[in-house]
């Protein structure tokens, strides 16, 4: 089992910035991937980025390419979605998922593709 915690959300005016974190405990050794989705209101849930957890390499959304950044500390099992020139657009829970065994590029963006969630942040951008 992996527990996953997500924090930094709340309320920014369009053109500002917001960290996520996502705090990941329990079988972390098994850890492969981790990915950052997003909820609108009654929107699909839609994937932003992920991260492959030994390299480091990260894989983006076209939304969200230039502005969202992936990274992640090792040492703290966490993961981070740094957000920048935040649009109203934008507005949404975000939650992190987590993905324990290897699976191919083109994986990251399917939901059905990760173990376990987050509860969720919500991210509101004002006009």
């Known amino acids: 089992q992996v527990q996953l915690v997500e924090s930094g959300g709340g309320l920014v005016q369009a053109g500002g910035s917001l960290r996520l974190s996502c705090a990941a405990s329990?079988?972390?050794?098994?850890?492969?991937?981790m990915g950052w989705f997003r909820q609108g209101s009654e929107k699909e849930r839609e994937f932003v980025g992920g991260?492959?957890?030994?390299?480091?390499?990260?894989y983006y959304a076209d939304s969200v390419k230039d502005r969202f950044t992936i990274s992640r500390d090792k040492a703290k099992n966490t993961v981070y979605l740094q957000m920048n020139s935040l649009k109203p657009e934008d507005t949404a829970v975000y939650y992190c998922?987590?993905?324990?065994?290897?699976?191919?590029?083109?994986?990251?963006?399917?939901?059905?593709?990760?173990?376990?969630w987050g509860q969720g942040t919500q991210v509101t951008v004002s006009s």
């Open positions: 998922a987590h993905r324990a065994t290897y699976f191919r590029t083109t994986y990251y963006p399917d939901r059905l593709a990760y173990h376990y």
């Open positions: 329990g079988r972390t050794f098994s850890s492969y991937a």
């Open positions: 991260i492959q957890w030994s390299s480091g390499s990260t």
